[in-house]
């Protein structure tokens, strides 16, 4: 709550009252709070906002009741592997610092925390060198003034930048399971791959379209369709600002992991090994554009698109940067990226399931 708005059913009551919704998010590099409503209630909204953005009371009886919720939240988290075995793979890529960390966190440090915690870290990182606000949809004219009356006596402050990331290096490949009596195992394998602004960010992107996106794509078709290993399978490139991973994930019979394993290993080897075809690269291409074009259709997705551009390199380029980079990417430069990215480096992979022999999953990674 605030002193406006004492409690947090009060700001839930004014928020449910303009027909809005309220909510937030976050990442390992951003934390994002926003209301979304009908226009004539823009600034009521943005008032709710910022005011529980800037004068939130964080009273220690809210804290200690929070603090139940959340590690309900864990509790759920970590009993449902296909969101768990992210952070499991991430653990073992980045190791024992922020990329490497949970983003819901511990509950030891969850239960230690009081008000002094937040308030020295609001104070440390909600200053207006680090805050971008984004609005998308029907604004109902320039909102700059409005934004200036909330925000604009914000005083300016060197919060410093997060410690970089501490490279990890492996000479072979690597394997973290996290054993858990279950009916399915899940799985990510993959390799470090590039940062958020390196030039062949765009190659990289079409390079896990022809992996792992849609129901044509080679592992899906592969794990899925030709095998029934799996009942959902996909490959992602995830870019942080100094480093990235590409990688396969998939929820797989527990009896066959190892095929899957080797499965997927072998797709990943091919797409260094052999150049894409033509026609495989325009189906991808034209994906690729279609569901980033489909994102913009919603006000949110434009927002979510110029805000993650703008916070975390600087600039909310146009859309039509993104398009035009993909049009040029060629069957060459993915291969080329490819054999930079996974060739003739060690497989990483972090399995969720009751496994206690790791050493055929060794195997299969060398």
């Not at 859309?319 to 430069?333: K, R």
């Amino acid at each position: 709550g605030t002193e406006r708005r004492p409690t947090a059913r009060d700001i839930g009551m004014e928020v449910d009252g303009i027909g809005g919704e309220f909510n937030a998010f976050t990442g390992k590099e951003y934390t994002g709070y926003y209301v979304k409503c009908a226009a004539e209630f823009r600034d009521a909204a943005l008032d709710v906002l910022v005011d529980m953005l800037r004068n939130s009371k964080f009273a220690e009886e809210e804290i200690e009741r929070e603090k139940g919720v959340i590690v309900e939240e864990m509790n759920m988290y970590y009993d449902t592997p296909r969101d768990f075995i992210g952070g499991v793979y991430e653990e073992l890529l980045y190791g024992d610092q922020p990329l490497g960390w949970d983003i819901i966190g511990r509950k030891e440090t969850v239960r230690a925390a009081n008000r002094d915690t937040f308030l020295g870290y609001t104070d440390r990182w909600y200053k207006p060198e680090r805050m971008v606000v984004g609005l998308g949809g029907n604004l109902g004219g320039d909102p700059l003034a409005k934004l200036e009356e909330l925000l604009g006596d914000l005083p300016a402050a060197d919060t410093g930048e997060p410690p970089p990331l501490k490279p990890q290096t492996s000479d072979g490949p690597r394997l973290k399971i996290h054993r858990k009596q279950s009916d399915q195992a899940h799985l990510c394998l993959g390799v470090p791959s590039y940062p958020l602004d390196h030039p062949n960010r765009y190659v990289l992107q079409l390079l896990a379209t022809v992996l792992g996106t849609g129901m044509s794509s080679r592992l899906f078709t592969e794990v899925r369709e030709r095998r029934g290993l799996a009942y959902y399978v996909f490959g992602i490139n995830h870019s942080y600002t100094d480093a990235g991973s590409l990688y396969s994930q998939a929820g797989v019979d527990i009896t066959r992991a190892d095929d899957a394993v080797e499965t997927i290993v072998h797709e990943l080897r091919r797409i260094a090994d052999e150049p894409v075809e033509s026609a495989e690269l325009e189906k991808s291409r034209n994906l690729a554009k279609g569901r980033f074009l489909l994102q913009l259709e919603n006000p949110q997705g434009m927002i979510m698109f110029g805000l993650r551009r703008e916070v975390l390199e600087g600039e909310a380029v146009d859309p039509q940067e993104l398009l035009e980079g993909l049009d040029a990417v060629t069957a060459e430069e993915i291969q080329r990226v490819a054999q930079d990215v996974i060739g003739g480096k060690g497989l990483n992979l972090a399995l969720i399931g009751p496994f206690d022999e790791a050493e055929k999953f060794e195997r299969l990674l060398s």
